[in-house]
Structure formats: structure tokens, C-alpha cells
């Protein structure tokens, strides 16, 4: 991850690329954004929604739902065709680059416009504005949320390969790397597995189709789960399927700070304290700067740090050597820490620090150095190669657009009864569906809405304001209408986070499958690679229907 | 071919130093404050603590949280946090509102209606723990080990707890949740 206080300062052009930056993450894509943008940066946006960033931007493309891959292999083809790609860069530093062009070469740009919806002007337009300049990518999660997500994100990144546009002060290509906190700066291993423990090796579940595995695992069945941290009936897709898997359960306990769907349907519900009352370790997943998290206040009424009571239930269960009774915060972060870690510079009254640079560097892949087999930039990614030998699954090892399930060219048939594709962002007033019941918020929101275009909305008689009922053969959401053409036609925006005991929750419409390229099955499995196997959920990979109520 | 002029690894280095601070020193230069204005009036608090945001949002910003007799009053942007300079979103400026809610779970409970009614009585937490180390241990028996499994993700995406629960179930043997949303 390129730091924003570096990019902000250098770059010419930024494209943010399925980022609401207004939504998360503002202090970086917003506020360091602006600067560079008050400095004479361009900003582009790719989005098919008008969000507050694409208001501001230069030029906002807005490709179809889920038609990311070919958008990019448009611009790449074009980006060649003029001879504006970094041949050096390309030579020197890639692996695979004429398989990638042979696929490239397949999107004209009136291919382009007829598949992504954007006019083949602005495609052309971008593409060389993006190649002569100084220019980064900023990615969000926006196009990584369709079952073609992974190979959206390849062929983005081998845009910016393309264009060498990597490993420079300014020109990089940022996605949502896992940070410091999995490069070696926490010491999880030795943590979970402590020393002289008889640890055998346990089966895993994938965590997008818990769901499935809760219903189908086998040998043994899932008979008691212990639930914290985390919204399973919520923010799960089906969510009507989750509590059939619930109440076939022998146990649920949810740790959670305030009563919703999750808890309604738990046996046990524990008290569970906020991030200010207990102590914690969060290096960040887009910078490079720590501070330690100390408990500001006493846990309030019977509330327990999370640590406690894991340590608690370990004693009573027999593992107390391993959970010393008078280990405090401070103790338990000095055994996940490095041992040279300086601690008394990153916790209160003192820090951040900047975390060094072995764990993250401010402008990655600045001497070139790539960690794949090849040690390039794999354009053909040759640990799919391997993966493909062993595990089932779409293991394309070039960037393609391949069309997402559940979307109009990806099923048609169901398209023609549900003819609306849902999207659902992350407000900026909650985390999911936290902070949603809090009076603040409340009064911010108002009730939830859902963004219709206004040719929808006038085929099916419904007007702004209108209670409206958003269906398909899953489930089914009550909110009021708000025509606007924010969105595109056939396409329909509702938040994600509102609950299913208050009303106008859209999981329970999404189907539960896996994005990424490995088939996963029932979602119980033996090996997981974080990194290749690259699961995220299609959450956006939802079609509906949507009429008057 | 490219227009765009390339830094050499050498300038890199030199503009790294030039531009971003150092590593593994406290990036701290003012001095906590021990008031702050509140409702428009200035408020003298009990003391001010520096801590940092995990609500899963990668910009973790640094935090100032005002005290006064107990509770949290106010919170702050960190001013000397290199990413949010001072400045919060409008969740973390709700925070106090949060975490003294009167809506909170306030004490251990057991479901004693249908699942789904939202039917519950008062525990304790002895009485918590013995119930969930019975149902454990009878899991174990019944099932074996791997018929338990955590479900957790990013609510507070804070890793220090994970690890402790990690350590927890490595130990009792449980299926092991992976992946990503």
C-alpha cells in the first residue's frame, strides 16, 4: 500500500476504482485525496453509482455492475494500440504480458462501450490521461464483490503494470492489502499454538458459506458455535437459511454490546465491552502508523474484555497453564509483538509510531522487487498454475472478463423475472450494521431508503417517498423509494446493515456463494490459502424485483 | 513509450527520509490537554487517554478520549495521528452516546423463550460460564471437537483478543473459521 501522505503529494491523476471514499477510510481517499487534487491532480471515478467522490471527480466513468474486467482490458488494449505502455517496465519487470495483450486485444472499444456501458469516447479519453501521467490507482472493494471480482482486480492491477505505473512516488496501484498485521509484525502463531501444547490440525470453514457448512459439515456435524466480533444472522447473505442452520444448532452464544437479530436467536448472550474498555492491537490495513490501544474506561455495567473471558472459559476447561490468571492486556500484547517493539513509544501518552519499514513500506515494490515465483508481476499468475492441480475451480491464470452469476447477462433467465440488480453500499454514518441504533444516527438516517432510477420507478408507478417491497425468491425488503438517477437503470441501491428486526435489511435477499477462484464446496475444508484462493462474498451479485407495497 | 520520468531507487530512498517520519519513535509532540469545551462550556476533565479506533476502517485513526468521573465524555482526532490530523468520523464522534447507552447488553443472559423471540433471563457470570463449559465439554463428548467453530469477523477488527480465542480453541480442538467477506 502506497502511503497516501506519499501519493498525495506526487501523483498527477488518481483513479478511485470501486471506492466510496466518502464511506470509509475518509481521512486518506478524502482529505489527502482534496490535496492532491488542490495541488492540480485529476481525479477519475469509477463507479456505477454517484457517490458524494464522484460528484467531485473529473471524469466519473459508470461501467455496468460487475463489467470492472472488461473496462480495464478496454483501456489496456487501447493504452497499447496508441504505444503508450512502459515497454521497459514491461521487459524488466512482468511475466506473461503477450498472453494478457492476446486477451486485451479482444476489447475495442466499441466492445468496451457495448459490454461496460461506457461511452468509448471517455474509455479512450481515461486510458490516455491514465497512461501520461503520474498516476495512481486507488481500489476499493466495489468491484470485488461479484463472483468475476478477482479477476476484475487482475486486470486493474495489470493496467498499472502495464503503464508501469508501480513502485513510484505517486504511481501505484492500491487495493486492500492485509497490512503490518499478517507481514510478520504479530506473532500469531506462537500465540494460538502455544509452546508444549499437543495442538492437532482441525478442519477449516470457510467464513462465506457459513451458512452451508453449518447446515451440511459432516463428520462431525457444527453443533455449538461461539459468536463475537462478528454479525452472522445480520450481515449474512440468506439470512432466512442462517437461522434455519441456527435453530438446528445444540448452542449459540453471541458476545455482543447491544441486542439485535443475532442475539434473539442465541441461547447465551454475553455482556461484550467496546474497543475503549479493553486493550487491543490494530495495525491499520491501509497506512503505516500504530497506536496501541489502551482501556480508557472501566468495562460499564457487566461487560468482560474480550481477553478475560477467553482466558476464563480456557481455565475452566482445563488448559490454565496456558492462560496465567494475573496476564493483563499489556502482557498478552508483549507475547504478539516483536520482542523489539518499542512499546512505550506507541501507547498513551505517547505514539504513533511508524511501523518499520520491514512490515510496510511507504512506497511498495519500490526496488522492484515482487514477492511471486517468478519474482515478477505476474501477469499470468503462475501460482493459479499450481492451485489448479490440486483444488477445483476457475483457475484463469490471465486477467478476463468473465460475466458474474446473478446478473443480467450472467443469468438471463432470472433476470427476466428479477430485472433489477442490487447493489449495496456501507454508509458513512455506521460500520455494517453497527452505530444504527444509536439516537445520533437515527436522527442523521431517517428511515432506510432504497436508490431506484426514475425510468424504473415510473415503469412500475412508484414515486419518491413511496413504501416500496423489494423481492426475489429468497426474502423480501420493506423501505421507502428514492428515485434518482444516482443510479444507473435496472439497477437499485439499498445500504447493507439495517436490520432484519427493524426492517429493510438486504442480505437476506443475496444468495450464499463465494467470489474468487477456488470452488469451495460446502465451505468446510482441510487447506486455505488467504492470499490465492482470495475468497470474498458476491454480495453485490443480487437480482430483484421491486413494487409498491 | 512511457512519458512519465521514473525515480531512481536512490531518490526514493532520499525522498522517504525527506517526507515521512521516522521509524519506531512516538510521532507525539503535543501535550495531552486536560480540558475541553463540552455542551459550549470548557469542562476540566479527570485525564485525557490516547488510544485508537479498530471499527475495521483502515484508516485506524488516532483518538483522544476525554474522562471525567468515570465516563467518556468527548473523543478526539489524535492532531498529531499522521492520517486523520485531529479530525474523526461521524461514528467516532457518537462514541460516547455508544458506550454508555442504557440500550446496552448490561449482564449475561439465557434464552428462555423460542429461538428468534428475544426471550431471556438474568445470569451471572459464574453461572454463564458453568452452562457454556457444560455444553462444551458435552459437545465434546457427544460430537467431538470440531463440532464447535467460532464465527468472528471485523466487528472490532482489534487482533490481540483474536489471538487469546485462537489460543482458546487451538487448545479444545475446534474447526478453525477462515476466509474473508
Same mark, same amino acid.
Given at each position: 500500500?502506497?502511503?497516501?501522505?506519499?501519493?498525495?503529494?506526487?501523483?498527477?491523476?488518481?483513479?478511485?476504482?470501486?471506492?466510496?471514499?466518502?464511506?470509509?477510510?475518509?481521512?486518506?481517499?478524502?482529505?489527502?485525496?482534496?490535496?492532491?487534487?488542490?495541488?492540480?491532480? #485529476?481525479?477519475?471515478?469509477?463507479?456505477?453509482?454517484?457517490?458524494?467522490?464522484?460528484?467531485?471527480?473529473?471524469?466519473?466513468?459508470?461501467?455496468?455492475?460487475? *463489467?470492472?474486467?472488461?473496462?480495464?482490458?478496454?483501456?489496456?488494449?487501447?493504452?497499447?494500440?496508441?504505444?503508450?505502455?512502459?515497454?521497459?517496465?514491461?521487459?524488466?519487470?512482468?511475466?506473461?504480458?503477450?498472453?494478457?495483450?492476446?486477451?486485451?486485444? =479482444?476489447?475495442?472499444?466499441? #466492445?468496451?462501450?457495448?459490454?461496460?456501458? !461506457?461511452?468509448?469516447?471517455?474509455?479512450?479519453?481515461?486510458?490516455?490521461?491514465?497512461?501520461?501521467?503520474?498516476?495512481?490507482?486507488?481500489?476499493?472493494?466495489?468491484?470485488? #464483490?461479484?463472483?468475476?471480482?478477482?479477476?476484475?482486480?487482475?486486470?486493474?492491477?495489470?493496467?498499472?503494470?502495464?503503464?508501469?505505473?508501480?513502485?513510484?512516488?505517486?504511481?501505484?496501484?492500491?487495493?486492500?492489502? !492485509?497490512?503490518?498485521?499478517?507481514?510478520?509484525?504479530?506473532?500469531?502463531?506462537?500465540?494460538?499454538?502455544?509452546?508444549?501444547?499437543?495442538?492437532?490440525?482441525?478442519?477449516?470453514?470457510?467464513?462465506?458459506?457459513?451458512?452451508?457448512?453449518?447446515?451440511?459439515?459432516?463428520?462431525?456435524?457444527?453443533?455449538?458455535?461461539?459468536?463475537?466480533?462478528?454479525?452472522?444472522? *445480520?450481515?449474512?447473505?440468506?439470512?432466512?437459511?442462517?437461522?434455519?442452520?441456527?435453530?438446528?444448532?445444540?448452542?449459540?452464544?453471541?458476545?455482543?454490546?447491544?441486542?439485535?437479530?443475532?442475539?434473539?436467536?442465541?441461547?447465551?448472550?454475553?455482556?461484550?465491552?467496546?474497543?475503549?474498555?479493553?486493550?487491543?492491537?490494530?495495525?491499520?490495513?491501509?497506512?503505516?502508523?500504530?497506536?496501541?490501544?489502551?482501556?480508557?474506561?472501566?468495562?460499564?455495567?457487566?461487560?468482560?474484555?474480550?481477553?478475560?473471558?477467553?482466558?476464563?472459559?480456557?481455565?475452566?476447561?482445563?488448559?490454565?497453564?496456558?492462560?496465567?490468571?494475573?496476564?493483563?492486556?499489556?502482557?498478552?500484547?508483549?507475547?504478539?509483538?516483536?520482542?523489539?517493539?518499542?512499546?512505550?513509544?506507541?501507547?498513551?501518552?505517547?505514539?504513533?509510531?511508524?511501523?518499520?519499514?520491514?512490515?510496510?513500506?511507504?512506497?511498495?515494490?519500490?526496488?522492484?522487487?515482487?514477492?511471486?515465483?517468478?519474482?515478477?508481476?505476474?501477469?499470468?499468475?503462475?501460482?493459479?498454475?499450481?492451485?489448479?492441480?490440486?483444488?477445483?475451480?476457475?483457475?484463469?491464470?490471465?486477467?478476463?472478463?468473465?460475466?458474474?452469476?446473478?446478473?443480467?447477462?450472467?443469468?438471463?433467465?432470472?433476470?427476466?423475472?428479477?430485472?433489477?440488480?442490487?447493489?449495496?453500499?456501507?454508509?458513512?454514518?455506521?460500520?455494517?450494521?453497527?452505530?444504527?441504533?444509536?439516537?445520533?444516527? =437515527?436522527?442523521?438516517?431517517?428511515?432506510? =431508503?432504497?436508490?431506484?432510477?426514475?425510468?424504473?420507478?415510473?415503469?412500475?408507478?412508484?414515486?419518491?417517498?413511496?413504501?416500496?417491497?423489494?423481492?426475489?425468491?429468497?426474502?423480501?425488503?420493506?423501505?421507502?423509494?428514492?428515485?434518482?438517477? =444516482? !443510479?444507473?437503470?435496472?439497477?437499485?441501491?439499498?445500504?447493507?446493515?439495517?436490520?432484519?428486526?427493524?426492517?429493510?435489511?438486504?442480505?437476506?435477499?443475496?444468495?450464499?456463494?463465494?467470489?474468487?477462484?477456488?470452488?469451495?464446496?460446502?465451505?468446510?475444508?482441510?487447506?486455505?490459502?488467504?492470499?490465492?484462493?482470495?475468497? *470474498?462474498?458476491?454480495?453485490?451479485?443480487?437480482?430483484?424485483?421491486?413494487?409498491?407495497? | 513509450?512511457? /512519458?512519465? $520520468?521514473?525515480?531512481?531507487?536512490?531518490? +526514493?530512498?532520499?525522498?522517504?527520509?525527506?517526507?515521512?517520519?521516522?521509524?519506531?519513535?512516538?510521532?507525539?509532540?503535543?501535550?495531552?490537554?486536560?480540558?475541553?469545551? &463540552?455542551?459550549?462550556?470548557?469542562?476540566?476533565?479527570?485525564?485525557?487517554?490516547?488510544?485508537?479506533?479498530?471499527?475495521?476502517?483502515?484508516?485506524?485513526?488516532?483518538?483522544?478520549?476525554?474522562?471525567?468521573?468515570?465516563?467518556?465524555?468527548?473523543?478526539?482526532?489524535?492532531?498529531?495521528?499522521? +492520517?486523520?490530523?485531529?479530525?474523526?468520523?461521524?461514528?467516532?464522534?457518537?462514541?460516547?452516546?455508544?458506550?454508555?447507552?442504557?440500550?446496552?447488553?448490561?449482564?449475561?443472559?439465557?434464552?428462555?423463550?423460542?429461538?428468534?423471540?428475544?426471550? @431471556?433471563? $438474568?445470569?451471572? &457470570?459464574?453461572?454463564? @460460564?458453568? &452452562?457454556?463449559?457444560?455444553?462444551?465439554?458435552?459437545?465434546?463428548?457427544? &460430537?467431538? /471437537?470440531?463440532?464447535?467453530?467460532?464465527?468472528?469477523?471485523?466487528?472490532?477488527?482489534? @487482533?490481540?483478543?483474536?489471538?487469546?480465542?485462537?489460543? @482458546?480453541?487451538?487448545?479444545?480442538?475446534?474447526?478453525?473459521?477462515?476466509?474473508?467477506?
Amino acid at each position: 500500500m502506497q502511503a497516501a501522505e506519499v501519493w498525495s503529494r506526487h501523483t498527477e491523476l488518481v483513479i478511485m476504482w470501486g471506492c466510496n471514499a466518502t464511506g470509509a477510510g475518509i481521512h486518506q481517499d478524502v482529505c489527502y485525496l482534496f490535496e492532491a487534487m488542490e495541488r492540480g491532480a #485529476r481525479l477519475i471515478v469509477v463507479d456505477p453509482i454517484v457517490t458524494a467522490i464522484a460528484s467531485k471527480a473529473d471524469v466519473h466513468l459508470r461501467p455496468r455492475p460487475s *463489467t470492472d474486467a472488461a473496462l480495464a482490458l478496454g483501456m489496456i488494449n487501447h493504452i497499447v494500440s496508441l504505444g503508450l505502455e512502459d515497454r521497459d517496465f514491461i521487459d524488466r519487470y512482468t511475466y506473461g504480458y503477450e498472453e494478457l495483450q492476446a486477451e486485451a486485444r =479482444k476489447w475495442t472499444l466499441e #466492445r468496451t462501450e457495448q459490454v461496460t456501458g !461506457v461511452p468509448a469516447a471517455l474509455v479512450a479519453q481515461v486510458a490516455e490521461d491514465y497512461a501520461t501521467h503520474r498516476s495512481m490507482i486507488e481500489c476499493g472493494y466495489g468491484h470485488q #464483490r461479484y463472483t468475476n471480482g478477482h479477476q476484475a482486480q487482475q486486470a486493474i492491477a495489470a493496467l498499472a503494470a502495464v503503464c508501469g505505473h508501480l513502485g513510484q512516488p505517486g504511481a501505484h496501484c492500491n487495493y486492500m492489502e !492485509v497490512g503490518a498485521g499478517y507481514a510478520g509484525l504479530l506473532n500469531s502463531g506462537k500465540v494460538q499454538n502455544p509452546a508444549g501444547a499437543q495442538i492437532k490440525k482441525s478442519r477449516l470453514i470457510n467464513i462465506s458459506l457459513f451458512g452451508q457448512a453449518m447446515r451440511e459439515a459432516v463428520d462431525p456435524p457444527i453443533k455449538g458455535v461461539i459468536k463475537w466480533r462478528g454479525t452472522m444472522i *445480520t450481515q449474512h447473505q440468506d439470512a432466512r437459511r442462517v437461522i434455519e442452520a441456527v435453530k438446528k444448532l445444540d448452542f449459540l452464544v453471541s458476545i455482543d454490546q447491544f441486542p439485535y437479530d443475532d442475539t434473539d436467536y442465541s441461547d447465551l448472550v454475553l455482556p461484550a465491552c467496546t474497543m475503549y474498555e479493553q486493550w487491543g492491537v490494530h495495525p491499520s490495513y491501509r497506512h503505516q502508523y500504530l497506536q496501541l490501544q489502551v482501556p480508557v474506561v472501566d468495562p460499564q455495567y457487566e461487560s468482560m474484555p474480550d481477553i478475560d473471558f477467553w482466558a476464563e472459559l480456557g481455565r475452566r476447561m482445563g488448559y490454565g497453564e496456558y492462560f496465567p490468571k494475573d496476564y493483563t492486556g499489556l502482557d498478552w500484547l508483549k507475547e504478539l509483538l516483536p520482542p523489539d517493539f518499542p512499546f512505550e513509544q506507541a501507547m498513551h501518552p505517547n505514539g504513533p509510531i511508524r511501523l518499520p519499514e520491514r512490515f510496510c513500506h511507504p512506497i511498495p515494490n519500490w526496488d522492484g522487487k515482487y514477492n511471486t515465483p517468478t519474482g515478477k508481476i505476474e501477469l499470468h499468475a503462475t501460482a493459479y498454475d499450481e492451485r489448479a492441480k490440486r483444488f477445483p475451480g476457475e483457475w484463469d491464470p490471465v486477467a478476463r472478463y468473465v460475466p458474474s452469476a446473478e446478473s443480467a447477462e450472467g443469468d438471463p433467465e432470472l433476470a427476466r423475472r428479477y430485472p433489477l440488480l442490487l447493489i449495496s453500499q456501507h454508509p458513512g454514518t455506521r460500520t455494517h450494521d453497527q452505530f444504527l441504533n444509536l439516537p445520533y444516527i =437515527k436522527e442523521i438516517e431517517g428511515p432506510p =431508503k432504497a436508490m431506484l432510477h426514475p425510468d424504473d420507478a415510473a415503469a412500475r408507478g412508484i414515486q419518491e417517498g413511496d413504501r416500496i417491497r423489494i423481492y426475489n425468491d429468497r426474502a423480501e425488503s420493506f423501505v421507502l423509494a428514492h428515485v434518482t438517477r =444516482k !443510479v444507473l437503470p435496472a439497477t437499485m441501491e439499498l445500504d447493507s446493515g439495517n436490520w432484519i428486526r427493524e426492517g429493510g435489511n438486504v442480505n437476506q435477499l443475496i444468495h450464499q456463494r463465494v467470489a474468487g477462484p477456488r470452488d469451495v464446496g460446502h465451505g468446510v475444508m482441510e487447506e486455505y490459502d488467504f492470499q490465492l484462493d482470495g475468497h *470474498t462474498t458476491p454480495f453485490f451479485n443480487l437480482l430483484v424485483e421491486v413494487e409498491k407495497a | 513509450m512511457s /512519458s512519465v $520520468r521514473r525515480y531512481s531507487p536512490q531518490e +526514493i530512498e532520499e525522498l522517504v527520509a525527506k517526507e515521512i517520519p521516522p521509524t519506531g519513535v512516538s510521532l507525539a509532540c503535543r501535550s495531552l490537554p486536560t480540558t475541553t469545551t &463540552w455542551n459550549n462550556r470548557t469542562v476540566t476533565v479527570d485525564r485525557v487517554v490516547k488510544t485508537s479506533c479498530s471499527h475495521n476502517c483502515y484508516d485506524t485513526c488516532g483518538v483522544l478520549c476525554y474522562v471525567k468521573d468515570g465516563r467518556l465524555l468527548k473523543v478526539e482526532g489524535d492532531p498529531d495521528h499522521p +492520517i486523520n490530523r485531529g479530525r474523526m468520523c461521524v461514528k467516532g464522534y457518537t462514541y460516547p452516546q455508544r458506550l454508555h447507552s442504557p440500550d446496552r447488553i448490561k449482564y449475561p443472559l439465557l434464552r428462555t423463550g423460542e429461538r428468534g423471540e428475544g426471550k @431471556f433471563r $438474568r445470569l451471572s &457470570w459464574d453461572e454463564a @460460564f458453568d &452452562w457454556l463449559g457444560e455444553r462444551l465439554t458435552a459437545l465434546r463428548e457427544r &460430537w467431538g /471437537s470440531e463440532a464447535l467453530a467460532e464465527y468472528i469477523y471485523s466487528g472490532n477488527r482489534e @487482533f490481540l483478543a483474536k489471538q487469546i480465542s485462537g489460543r @482458546f480453541l487451538s487448545l479444545f480442538g475446534a474447526s478453525k473459521t477462515v476466509g474473508s467477506f
